[in-house]
C-alpha cells in the first residue's frame, strides 16, 4: 500500500496512542478502586506522556530521513479541520457524559447508600480517556479522508 | 441544492503536455502529488484558486480542465 508522507505521520502517531495509552489505561484497569490520584497515578501519566513525545520525535526524524517530508496544502488542511470537527464533537460529548456521570453519582450518594463510585483518581482517568479517543478520532478521520477522499 | 460531481481532465492534458508527471504539475501550482492524484481520481475537488491555477499551468479555460456533472446541468442546458 503506497502511503503519502502525512499517512505516514498520522499512522505512527495513531500506534503511538494508542500502544502507550493502551498500556496506561490497563494500569488504570487494575487499580480502578484508588480513591486519590496520588504521586505514583501522576507518575505513570508523566511517563506516559513522555513516551508519547519520545517515540512521536524519534519516528518524525525517522520518516522525515527515509522519505521526503511535504509541506501541508489546501487539501491536508481541509482533512485538518473536519478531523478536529469529529474529534470536537466527542470531545463535547464526553466532557458532557462525565460531568453528567459526576452530578448523579453525587446525587445518589447523598439520597441513599450506592455502589455507584466517582472518586479524583476515577474522575481524572475517566476525562483523560475521553481526550486520547478524541485523539483517536482526529487520527482516524484524517486516514478515512486520505484514503477514500473529500467529495 | 442538488449535489453533482466535478470531474476533469488533468490526466489527458498532462499526456498533451509532454506527458507532464504529477509532481512537475503539483510543483507548478503548489500543492502536493498527493493532491494532484486525489484531484485526477475524483477524490478532491480543489479550492476555485487551485483550479484556475492548474488552468493556467495548462494554458486553457477552467472548463476544459473542470467539468460540473450535477442534477441541475441536463436542466440548464435545456434552457
New interface residues.
Given amino acids: 500500500m503506497d502511503l503519502?508522507y502525512?499517512e505516514k505521520s498520522i499512522l505512527g502517531s495513531l500506534l503511538a496512542v494508542v500502544v502507550v495509552y493502551g498500556y496506561y489505561f490497563a494500569s488504570v484497569l487494575r487499580a480502578i478502586g484508588r480513591p486519590e490520584f496520588d504521586g505514583g497515578s501522576l507518575g505513570r501519566l508523566m511517563l506516559a506522556v513522555i513516551a508519547i513525545i519520545v517515540i512521536e520525535v524519534v519516528y518524525h526524524i525517522v520518516l522525515a530521513l527515509e522519505s521526503k517530508t511535504?509541506?501541508k496544502?489546501?487539501?491536508?488542511t481541509l482533512i485538518e479541520c473536519k478531523a478536529y470537527r469529529n474529534a470536537y464533537f466527542l470531545l463535547a460529548t464526553g466532557a458532557a457524559l462525565v460531568i453528567t456521570y459526576v452530578i448523579v453519582a453525587g446525587l445518589a450518594r447523598d439520597a441513599a447508600p450506592t455502589r455507584i463510585i466517582v472518586t479524583p483518581f476515577l474522575t481524572i482517568n475517566l476525562v483523560l480517556f475521553v481526550m486520547v479517543v478524541a485523539e483517536l478520532v482526529k487520527f482516524l478521520t484524517q486516514l478515512f479522508y486520505?484514503r477514500?477522499?473529500?467529495? | 441544492m442538488s449535489s453533482g460531481?466535478i470531474r476533469n481532465n488533468i490526466r489527458r492534458l498532462r499526456f498533451d503536455r509532454s506527458e507532464m508527471t504529477q509532481q512537475e504539475l503539483a510543483e507548478k501550482v503548489?500543492?502536493?502529488?498527493?493532491?494532484v492524484i486525489?484531484i485526477e481520481?475524483?477524490?478532491?475537488?480543489?479550492?476555485l484558486e487551485?483550479a484556475f491555477r492548474i488552468a493556467r499551468v495548462f494554458g486553457v479555460p477552467l472548463e476544459e480542465v473542470f467539468q460540473y456533472e450535477g442534477a441541475d446541468s441536463k436542466a440548464d442546458s435545456a434552457t
Fill in positions: 503519502s502525512q511535504e509541506p496544502d489546501e487539501r491536508d486520505y477514500w477522499g473529500l467529495r | 460531481r503548489g500543492v502536493t502529488r498527493q493532491t486525489a481520481q475524483d477524490k478532491y475537488s480543489p479550492s487551485v
